[in-house]
């Protein structure tokens, strides 16, 4: 891991760790002493010359955090995923239909989140699970769209994610996806704002830093949606991107945006080889 020459701007706001390599610690995460979660692995060799190795967030957090992560009876996230289970089973909207009529069990829906945003070939476009949820209720079942990143939105993605804890993500970057993951790419690397920082300054050349009281990862999404004790509700990624742009003083995108659609495929794809790991905790 080398770290790149700080930006006067950036110098300013991080201090350094005393840890090593990245900073990120040597646990090891086992979810209810059962569903082993890869939480540090070789890079996806897209990453060449930028990250040896991805790491998630979860290395990042103090031992009290990453404990909550570590059984389902301590992670709050959890909660949000059995209130899912009852709406998948619930019927809504004007065809009198509930996720469960035409999908089964949520258990059914193994290895889906692991390869979201995906292209769809009827749509012609790439779709986040949370477009393919609200494709569903909209289209299929007669009901109204949910709230991008709103709550009934990121219960049901995190039991959507539950069901895939452990399984690689491995999202397609190649074929038809290619463009939008190429404008995610660039979305990635673009300076914005007053402090003239991307994502990369923060959570590619600076993880392991500390930037004010906290300690910066590498900003992967296979943990997402994250409980944060911040807000102590489950946070989707497009909600998590618009915080980090707007404290580099940006103007910010929307939930659900084109950009957000294009980062979320490129941040995604940057955790190839992690394992699904949501619902996670966070600060
Ligand atoms: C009337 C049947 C029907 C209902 C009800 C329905 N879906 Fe779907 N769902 C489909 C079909 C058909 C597809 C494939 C659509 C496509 O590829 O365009 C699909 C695809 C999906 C996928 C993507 C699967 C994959 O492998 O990519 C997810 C996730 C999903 N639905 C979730 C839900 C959820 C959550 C609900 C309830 C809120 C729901 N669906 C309700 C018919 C339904
Ligand atoms: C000024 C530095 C900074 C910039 C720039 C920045 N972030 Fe962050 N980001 C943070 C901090 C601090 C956190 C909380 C600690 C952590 O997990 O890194 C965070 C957290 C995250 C997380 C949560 C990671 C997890 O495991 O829960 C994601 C995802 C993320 N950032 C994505 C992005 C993306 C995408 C961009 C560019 C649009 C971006 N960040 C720009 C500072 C930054």
Redesign the pocket.
Known sequence: MKFKALTAVAAL?LTSTVAVAGGADDDSLVINGDIEIVTKTAAPAHLDGHLDEII???H?RDNETQAMEMDDFDNPGMIFVDQARETWATVDGSEGKSCASCHGEPEDMAGVKAVYPKWNEGAGEVRTLVMQINDCRTTRMGADAWKYDGGDTTAMEALLASVSRGMPVNVAIDGPAAATWEKGKE??YTRTGI?D???A???EQN?GNY?RA????Q???N??P?YRLKNAKLNG?HN??KG??R??RAETYKEGSPEFIA?ELY?ASRGNGLSVEGP?V??
Not at 214 to 217: E, F, G, K, M
Request: net charge neutral.
């Open positions: 706001m998630s967030g979860w990042f979305l990635y402090l920082l991307s994502c300054s923060c959570h993880y930037i906290d300690h910066l990862s900003g992967q999404i943990g997402f994250a990624a998590r991107f980090c742009v404290d580099t980062l941040v996670s966070r600060n």
